[in-house]
């Protein structure tokens, strides 16, 4: 999620920035002659995350269609030059819908018809994800993790013990600049209500945010990070990305995490203006919306479906940690991308000086 990148560089990449080579049988788009609408080009970030798609996804795509996948893993700032450049070497996105958003006001788009997207008729997906260059595939969230042996026997159920030194003592971490502040946590630690966050009172934030700065020791920058300091003990409780602690506590560490309060996100698909190959981006975006699919990915990798009969596949052990179970989404609260997109360029300055001090 290299999103602090790419905010660092919309608006300043010009043509010029260096893409990935093609070798000399390649097209402009990538593809050697002869594959023509045969290959599709996909985006994303790699990792598990791309091993669990092309397990749950890619795969059995090409199994269906004769539609091969290829896999990139180019950077925004990548991404944007080669759009501006008229020749993108990829035909679907796999990003944030923050950054989906920010590619829709860059013009680096396709406008999606949702026509052909036949499993997004009636199918329950969140209005927030159905935006019009870009459709939600999978939730992740933020949430509040800390160690079970911590505070004699009591678990913080909130932000507002998070924020409670005395009746919860101990050091304290939260996200650095890998992702928007975590504004919204020291909102509900005031007692803000989760329907009441937006537009965020942001002087109020950082009010709440001084009366714990002594305890914050880290600011974390990596998805590991946070189980890396509890399971040593360097802090009591840290937000995380839900998920990352799972295999800790499968290994019998006694750490724990709340969803009251999660911030929720999602990523989602996008067509990149100038696409080689946008019948195929359609039907694989299609595809991986099916109920049947949505559940097979979050078994291999911990984002919640964000289409609801997915669940209807999927046994309670593991929907109870994705972030889009029916109570998780009640708990929980979805951040506000547009306000985030017109105030976090700021905030974030501010939240930069407020962590040095």
Not at 23 to 40: F, I, M, P, V
Not at 95 to 105: A, C, G, K, Q, T
Not at 149 to 176: I, K, N, Y
Request: charged share 25%; net charge negative.
């Amino acid at each position: 999620m290299d999103r602090r990148a790419f905010l660092a560089g919309v608006g300043g990449v010009t043509a010029g920035v260096a893409t990935a080579p093609l070798t000399a049988c390649d097209t402009r788009t990538g593809r050697r002659a002869g594959e023509g609408g045969r290959l599709l080009v996909v985006r994303n970030f790699g990792g598990s995350y791309g091993e669990a798609n092309r397990e749950a996804v890619y795969d059995p795509f090409t199994k269906e269609t004769g539609i091969r996948v290829r896999v990139v893993n180019f950077g925004h700032d990548q991404m944007l030059a080669q759009i501006r450049e008229g020749r993108p070497q990829f035909d679907v996105m796999d990003i944030d819908m923050s950054n989906l958003v920010l590619f829709e006001h860059e013009g680096a788009s396709e406008p999606l018809d949702y026509g052909r997207l036949k499993n997004t008729r009636n199918a329950g997906i969140a209005q927030s994800l159905l935006t019009p260059n870009g459709v939600g595939k999978s939730y992740w969230a933020s949430v509040l993790a800390y160690r079970t042996d911590a505070f004699d026997g009591r678990r913080p159920e909130s932000w507002a013990d998070f924020w409670s030194l005395t009746a919860f003592p101990g050091r304290r971490a939260l996200q650095g600049e890998v992702d928007w502040p975590e504004l919204e946590f020291a909102l509900l630690a005031d007692g803000v209500p989760l329907d009441g966050l937006y537009p965020l009172d942001v002087d109020r934030a950082f009010k709440v945010l001084d009366e714990i700065r002594g305890s914050v020791r880290t600011f974390w920058e990596y998805g590991a990070e946070p189980g890396d300091l509890l399971s040593r003990g360097s802090v009591m409780a840290s937000s995380t990305w839900a998920g990352r602690l799972q295999h800790l506590i499968d290994d019998g560490v006694p750490l724990a995490y709340e969803w009251n309060g999660a911030r929720r996100q999602s990523n989602g698909y996008g067509i990149p203006k100038g696409s080689a190959n946008p019948d195929a981006a359609y039907r694989l975006i299609d595809f991986a919306l099916r109920p049947e699919v949505q559940a097979h990915m979050a078994r291999l990798y911990p984002d919640g479906p964000v289409v609801p009969a997915a669940y209807g596949y999927l046994t309670e052990s593991t929907a109870v940690h994705l972030a889009s179970t029916p109570g998780h989404l009640l708990s929980g609260f979805d951040l506000d991308i547009e306000w985030w997109l017109e105030n976090g360029e700021a905030v974030t300055r501010r939240w930069q000086e407020w962590a040095r001090t």
